[in-house]
C-alpha cells in the first residue's frame, strides 16, 4: 500500500451564525440561549494515500465544502487534527512553497476566476511569487500548463468572460496545476456545467491523475461520477460520515441506511445524470441537528436507542466503516 | 476591463445625451483649471497690478490708465528756462518752455499727444498772470483746466523779470486702454474672468487632491476592515458611523475653526470629512468580493494577505469607488466653496469660487450683481456636470438600474 499523504482525526468546525459579540456575550447570562454555533463539520476522521482518489458525497449543506477548505489549509479547524505526510498543519502551512502541494479547483467556473486578471496571470501569478519559475520563463510555462489542460497558447491575454464554462475550468484546473500540486481537491468541480463538458472535464481529471499520480479527494452531488472516477468514498450527513468504503464495495454493498436510499434513488440503467433524488423526509437543519443518530427521523430502522445514542464509526469490514447502532455487519442487511 | 468590455462601456455611456454633456463640461473644466494662466487675460494674483479705478466696473468696461502728474521748479533768466522735477515720478511727462510774444513765455508739456487735466503754475512774481487761469482765491496759484495744446502762457503786461521761478505741476487725463474687462470687476478692481479662471484652478485642485486623498485613505482603511473583520472592523465602522452621522459643513467649520484657513487645511478637512463615505463602500464591496471563490483560489495559492486584497480585491472593487470618487469631487468643491463663502476656506489673496462669491455679495443690493452671480453661475453648472457624470457612471455599474 501507498504512503499516507493525508490524515484528518476528528476534524471539525462551527460557525457563529446571526449572532454578534454581543449576543454571544449575552448567551453566557441568559436561561433560554440561542443555539448560535452551527456544525457543519463534526468530527470527522478520513485518510488519503498517495494517488487516491476520495470521493465524499452528501446533500447539500452537509459540510463538503466546509471540509474541503480545511484540508485545503484555507480555513482553520474548531478542533482536530490535520497532517500532511505526517506533518501537522500548524507548521506545513507556514511555508508557503510546501503549502502549495495541497491545491483545490471550485465549483463556480466563473467566480472562482479573477474576472480582471488576463488567464496568463491567473495560472502564472503564483507559480512566479514563489520562484516555481523565473518570471521570465512564465509565459512559457502558462503556454506549457494550458497545452496540458486542452487551452490554446493564446489564451493568456484573454479574460475569463471570454471563455466557456468548460474552459473556464479548464483555465482553473490549469491555476491549480501550475504550482505542481501532490494532492487536488475538486470540490464539485463539475456540478455547474453541461453533462457533455462534465464528461470532458472528467476525463480531463482523470489523465491529469494517470500522468501525476495526483492525490485527489473528489466531492460530488453525482454518484455515478464518484463511482467512476473514487477508489474509495465517505458518505457525510449533517456534518458527519455515516460510511466510507472501497467504491465498488460501498455501490455493491452499501451498509447504512442513508447510504441504502441515495443509492436507491439513483438510476440504474442510465450510464448519464445519476443524481440521488431527494429522500423522503425533510433534510434537518444544521443548526438544529436532531440528538442521537443525525439521519434518526428519516431512518426507516430506527429504533428508541437511535435518538438518544450517537454512532461511532465502526469497522464492519476490512477497510469498511460506517456510523449505525443497528446494524452490525452486512449479514444483517437481509433483514431491512 | 478589455478592449471590448471597454467599447461597450463607452458605448453604453453615450446611450445617455446629458451624460456626454456633462463629461465635456467636466473635461472644460478640468482644462481651465490646467490652462488657467494661459487662458486668463491678467494674473488676479499680483496685487501691484490692481487699481482702485477699476474697481466694481461693469461687464464690458475698458481699463482706464490713471492719470499722471509732474512737477517741477523752473528757473526762468534771460528769456532761457531751466526745468528741475521735484518728484522725479516715473513718467512719460516733461515740461519745456518757450518764448512767445514779448513779455510773453509758454510752458509746454510734451509728449505732445498727452491730453492734461489740467495745469498749474504757482508763485509766480508778482505782475505776472496765466492767460485764461483760475486764481486761487488765497494762494499765488493760477490753474488751467484741460489746457489746449497742453501749454499755457505766462504774461505781463510789464516785460516779463530777467530772472525769476515757479512751480508748474501738471496733470494729465484718465487715458482708456484697449483692454475689456469681459466680465467686469469686483470690489479691487480685478478682473472678473481671469478671477474665476484661478477660481476654477483652485477649486478643481482642492476637489481633486482632497477628494483623492480621502479615496486612497477611506479605501485603505475600509478594506483592512473586511480583512480583518472583528474588532478592527468594529471599530473601524464605529467611527465611520460616527463622521457620517455628523453634518459636513459643521465638521469643516470646526476643524477649520481650529486649524486657519490655507489651501492645505481644507484639503484635510474635506479629507476628515468624506474618507468615511469610501471606508464604508470599499468594505462593503471588499466583503462581497471576499465570499467569492476566487479569494479561496488566491489563498490555497498561499498569495499574501495584502496582495489578495490590493491585488485581487481592490480591482474588482474599484469600479464603485471611482464612481463614489466622481460624485465625491463635486461634493469636495462644494464644500470647499461653502467653506470659502463662510471666510474660514481659503485666503482672500487667493480666491476659490466661493470666495469669489462672497467678496460679491456686499456689492450685491447695489446692483453689482457680476461678481457674485457669475461665479456662482459656474460652480452651479460645474457641479451639476460632475454630479450628472457620477451618477451615469453608477448607473453603468449597477446592471440593475441601467434601462
Ligand atoms: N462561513 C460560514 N458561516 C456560517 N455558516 C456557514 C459558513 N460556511 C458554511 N456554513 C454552513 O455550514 C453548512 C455546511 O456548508 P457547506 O458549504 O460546507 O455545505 P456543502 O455540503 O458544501 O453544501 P453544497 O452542496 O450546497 O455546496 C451549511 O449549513 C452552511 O450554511
Ligand atoms: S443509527 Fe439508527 S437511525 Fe441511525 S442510521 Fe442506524 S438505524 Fe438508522
Ligand atoms: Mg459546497
Not at chain 2, 456689492?363 to 457669475?374: A, E, L, T, V
Amino acid at each position: 500500500m501507498n504512503e499516507m499523504i493525508f490524515e484528518a482525526k476528528g476534524l471539525s468546525r462551527s460557525f457563529t451564525v446571526g449572532g454578534s459579540p454581543i449576543r454571544e456575550f449575552a448567551n453566557h447570562f441568559l436561561r433560554d440561549r440561542q443555539p448560535t454555533v452551527l456544525r457543519a463539520v463534526d468530527n470527522v476522521s478520513l485518510t488519503l494515500r498517495e494517488g487516491e482518489t476520495l470521493g465524499v458525497v452528501g446533500e447539500s449543506g452537509c459540510g463538503k465544502s466546509t471540509l474541503a477548505r480545511m484540508i485545503a489549509g484555507i480555513l482553520p479547524a474548531s478542533s482536530g487534527e490535520r497532517c500532511f505526510r505526517g506533518e501537522a498543519y500548524d507548521s506545513f502551512l507556514a511555508r508557503k512553497r510546501d503549502a502549495l502541494k495541497i491545491q483545490m479547483v471550485f465549483q463556480d467556473p466563473l467566480s472562482s476566476l479573477n474576472p480582471r486578471l488576463r488567464v496568463g496571470e491567473i495560472v502564472g501569478e503564483a507559480a512566479v511569487l514563489h520562484r516555481l519559475v523565473p518570471r521570465s520563463k512564465a509565459k512559457d510555462y502558462v503556454v506549457d500548463i494550458l497545452a496540458r489542460v486542452g487551452l490554446p497558447a493564446d489564451s493568456i491575454n484573454r479574460y475569463p468572460h471570454q471563455f466557456s464554462g468548460g474552459q473556464r475550468q479548464r483555465v482553473g484546473i490549469a491555476r491549480a496545476l501550475a504550482v505542481k500540486p501532490h494532492m487536488l481537491i475538486c470540490d464539485e468541480a463539475v456540478a455547474a456545467l453541461d453533462v457533455s463538458v462534465q464528461a470532458q472535464i472528467i476525463n480531463l481529471l482523470m489523465d491529469i491523475k494517470r500522468d501525476s499520480g495526483l492525490a485527489m479527494i473528489f466531492i460530488s452531488h453525482d454518484l455515478g461520477v464518484i463511482r467512476h472516477l473514487c477508489d474509495r468514498v465517505a458518505v457525510m450527513y449533517l456534518g458527519r460520515i455515516v460510511e466510507l468504503a472501497e467504491t465498488k464495495q460501498l455501490f455493491a454493498s452499501p451498509t447504512h441506511p442513508y447510504t441504502r436510499m441515495l443509492l436507491d434513488g439513483m438510476p440504474k440503467i442510465s450510464l448519464q445524470r445519476r443524481r440521488f433524488m431527494p429522500i423522503q423526509g425533510e433534510i434537518p437543519s444544521p443548526l438544529h441537528p436532531p440528538l442521537g443518530c443525525h439521519f434518526h427521523p428519516r431512518c426507516q430502522i430506527a429504533t428508541e436507542h437511535c435518538s438518544r445514542v450517537r454512532p461511532e464509526l465502526r469497522q464492519i469490514a476490512p477497510g469498511h466503516v460506517h456510523a449505525c447502532l443497528n446494524i452490525e455487519c452486512r449479514s444483517a442487511l437481509g433483514e431491512m | 476591463m478589455s478592449r471590448a468590455g471597454l467599447k461597450d462601456f463607452i458605448g453604453r455611456f453615450a446611450e445617455s445625451r446629458s451624460a456626454v454633456v456633462s463629461l465635456a463640461v467636466s473635461i472644460t473644466f478640468v482644462a481651465c483649471a490646467i490652462f488657467a494662466p494661459l487662458l486668463a487675460p491678467t494674473d488676479p494674483y499680483d496685487l501691484t497690478q490692481l487699481q482702485l479705478s477699476d474697481a466694481l466696473k461693469p461687464t464690458g468696461s475698458k481699463r482706464m490708465l490713471p492719470g499722471e502728474e509732474i512737477r517741477a521748479n523752473m528757473w526762468v533768466e534771460g528769456g532761457s528756462a531751466s526745468v528741475e522735477p521735484v518728484s522725479p515720478a516715473k513718467t512719460r511727462l516733461a515740461f519745456l518752455t518757450e518764448p512767445c510774444a514779448p513779455n510773453c513765455l509758454s510752458v509746454i508739456v510734451r509728449p505732445e499727444d498727452v491730453r492734461l487735466a489740467s495745469l498749474q503754475i504757482r508763485n509766480l512774481p508778482a505782475g505776472v498772470t496765466v492767460e485764461g487761469a483760475k486764481k486761487h482765491p488765497i494762494q499765488p496759484w493760477w490753474t488751467v483746466d484741460t489746457p489746449q495744446g497742453s501749454k499755457v502762457r505766462l504774461i505781463s503786461s510789464a516785460p516779463l523779470p530777467a530772472s525769476f521761478t515757479f512751480l508748474a505741476i501738471a496733470k494729465s487725463m484718465e487715458q482708456e486702454t484697449d483692454f475689456i474687462f469681459r466680465l467686469g470687476t469686483d470690489g479691487f478692481g480685478r478682473d472678473m474672468l481671469s478671477a474665476i479662471l484661478y477660481g476654477i484652478r483652485i477649486s478643481v485642485f482642492v476637489g481633486l487632491v482632497a477628494a483623492g486623498v480621502a479615496m486612497v485613505f477611506g479605501t485603505g482603511l475600509g478594506l483592512l476592515s473586511a480583512w480583518r473583520g472583528g474588532v478592527t472592523d468594529a471599530i473601524i465602522m464605529r467611527a465611520v458611523d460616527f463622521m457620517l452621522g455628523l453634518p459636513a459643513l459643521l465638521v469643516g467649520l470646526a476643524i477649520l475653526a481650529v486649524l486657519g484657513n490655507g489651501v492645505s487645511k481644507v484639503v484635510l478637512a474635506i479629507v476628515i470629512v468624506q474618507w468615511s463615505y469610501y471606508a464604508r463602500t470599499a468594505r462593503s464591496f471588499a466583503l462581497s468580493e471576499l465570499g467569492k471563490e476566487y479569494v479561496e483560489a488566491a489563498q490555497c495559492l498561499r498569495l499574501s494577505p495584502t496582495r489578495i486584497m490590493l491585488r485581487h480585491v481592490l480591482p474588482n472593487c474599484m469600479p464603485q469607488i471611482i464612481v463614489l470618487f466622481t460624485l465625491n469631487i463635486a461634493a469636495a468643491i462644494s464644500l470647499e466653496s461653502s467653506l470659502s463663502f463662510l471666510g474660514v476656506g481659503l485666503p482672500l489673496t487667493r480666491p476659490s469660487l466661493g470666495m469669489l462669491i462672497a467678496s460679491g455679495y456686499e456689492f450685491i443690493f447695489s446692483h453689482k450683481y457680476w461678481i457674485s452671480i457669475y461665479p456662482g453661475v459656474v460652480l452651479l453648472v460645474m457641479i451639476v456636470a460632475m454630479n450628472l457624470l457620477g451618477d451615469r457612471l453608477r448607473d453603468l455599474n449597477n446592471p440593475r438600474l441601467d434601462r
